[in-house]
């Protein structure tokens, strides 16, 4: 992937500004989590590209259950630090991304997810084979499996952002139970997590990480 880091002159931070395209490396390096956003709307041109790149994480089999609920309505952003221990991040962004899994709606509409070239046969063969996969499971169960996918679509909206120059958070720190009220989300939606999103408006801290050799074992 290749993306470029936008020149924004308003940002108050040290770190470097640049124009140039950023590598995939150079977007991992660069992302930390910023709690400080310049205060400007987002471009909702970017909000779609970094979710139209988000979307094209991998799942098993193509189920794609990852949704998206995207806010920026000033009033539900309080309501929602609200429930987020107060987490001053979530106002100080101008979007936040929550990043869930619905697997109950995924398996509802898996003919979504199937090729058009399919004929109607192989079709309707491939969705109840998919639907067998889970019948023996429960809801909490398959929303767990479901919740796996969604994990990696939050890494790529993390480094999409970053690569298109916007920072996030992620955040686990809120209660589940009032999210899903906040934002009218059924009870068996499984949260990947909140991503608060903007321009950075503070360097964050340098990383400070394992060695290769520490958590590697080569065979
Ligand atoms: C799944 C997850 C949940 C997190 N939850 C919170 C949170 O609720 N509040 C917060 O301020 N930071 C949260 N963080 C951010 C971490 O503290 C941060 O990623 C870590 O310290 C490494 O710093 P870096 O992201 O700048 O590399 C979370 C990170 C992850 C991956």
Do not use: C
């Amino acid at each position: 992937m290749t993306a470029t880091l936008s020149q924004n002159t308003q940002t108050q931070t040290t770190e470097p500004q640049t124009t140039q395209p950023l590598t995939v490396a150079e977007a991992i390096e660069t992302r930390r989590s910023i709690r400080k956003f310049v205060q400007e709307p987002m471009s909702q041109g970017d909000l779609r590209e970094i979710l139209r790149l988000a979307g094209l994480a991998p799942t098993a089999n193509n189920v794609q259950t990852t949704r998206f609920a995207v806010i920026q309505d000033r009033a539900l952003l309080a309501q929602l630090q609200a429930v987020s221990y107060n987490q001053s991040q979530i106002t100080s962004a101008p979007a936040v991304i929550v990043v869930y899994s619905d697997m109950e709606d995924a398996l509802n509409t898996i003919e979504q997810t199937l090729p058009a070239t399919m004929s109607d046969d192989d079709r309707q063969k491939r969705a109840a084979g998919l639907r067998g996969q889970f019948q023996n499971q429960d809801v909490a169960q398959r929303g767990q499996w479901g919740l796996t996918q969604a994990n990696i679509a939050f890494g790529f909206v993390m480094l999409a952002a970053r690569g298109l120059g916007y920072d996030t958070v992620p955040m686990l720190g809120f209660q589940p139970d009032k999210v899903r009220e906040l934002l009218g989300l059924p009870e068996h939606a499984q949260f990947a997590g909140l991503l608060p999103i903007g321009k950075r408006a503070e360097d964050g801290f340098p990383h400070h990480r394992h060695a290769v050799e520490r958590v590697a074992t080569f065979y």
